[in-house]
């Protein structure tokens, strides 16, 4: 993905691993660790990039889907190395994703190098880290049940990631 500069993000963050990913950031990228108590360091993403100035067309996706129930409890990992956790079922994100694509269709996801696929990213395979590795680290906390009810407008860059808005899903204050 793009390094240089940075980018906006459309996510719902997991309060639930919040401890764990915020902490495997800061050993892996401490510069992409905010001091936004809002940032979600563990979230699944529904679109990247997105328009920074996008707030209309945010609010809007927020608003198209309700709050939704989802589960975490089986660790994967992609081909190109991420380790992941898919959140099940996963058709409330797809709905968002849906929502997002419409309200910015010339945005290509991923920046036209992967489709999206929900998933929480956990760690990336490497030295000493495999997704059984992983999958042990995490097991303690594994499942966990979950509820989004907000869609969170983020930023993206080396010492300055932040939240730019937040929605409440189905539009409710």
């Known amino acids: 993905l793009p390094t240089s500069g940075g980018?906006?993000?459309?996510?719902?963050?997991?309060?639930?691993?919040?401890?764990w990913v915020r902490t495997r950031t800061s050993e892996q990228d401490a510069s992409f660790v905010s001091?936004?108590?809002e940032f979600a360091h563990a979230h699944i993403t529904v679109l990247a990039p997105f328009p920074g100035d996008g707030f209309a067309q945010a609010?809007?996706?927020?608003?198209?889907?309700?709050?939704?129930?989802?589960?975490?409890?089986?660790?994967?990992?992609?081909?190109?190395g991420v380790i992941y956790l898919p959140p099940f079922p996963d058709a409330g994100f797809r709905a968002l994703t849906d929502a997002a694509r419409r309200a910015?269709?010339?945005?290509?996801?991923?920046?036209?190098l992967f489709d999206p696929v929900p998933h929480l990213t956990l760690d990336r395979i490497?030295?000493?880290?495999t997704r059984e590795t992983t999958g042990a680290a995490v097991a303690g906390?594994?499942?966990?049940s979950c509820r989004a009810e907000r869609l969170l407008l983020?930023?993206?860059?080396?010492?300055?990631?932040?939240?730019?808005?937040?929605?409440?899903?189905?539009?409710?204050?």
């Open 7 to 19: 980018h906006a993000v459309l996510l719902v963050g997991v309060p639930e691993l919040e401890r």
């Open 35 to 37: 001091s936004d108590p």
């Open 59 to 80: 609010e809007a996706v927020a608003s198209a889907v309700a709050p939704f129930d989802y589960s975490l409890a089986q660790v994967r990992a992609f081909p190109t």
């Open 104 to 112: 910015v269709p010339e945005v290509a996801p991923y920046w036209g």
């Open 126 to 129: 490497g030295r000493g880290i």
């Open 141 to 144: 906390l594994l499942p966990v």
């Open 154 to 173: 983020t930023w993206w860059e080396s010492d300055g990631c932040r939240v730019l808005a937040s929605y409440p899903l189905g539009g409710s204050r």
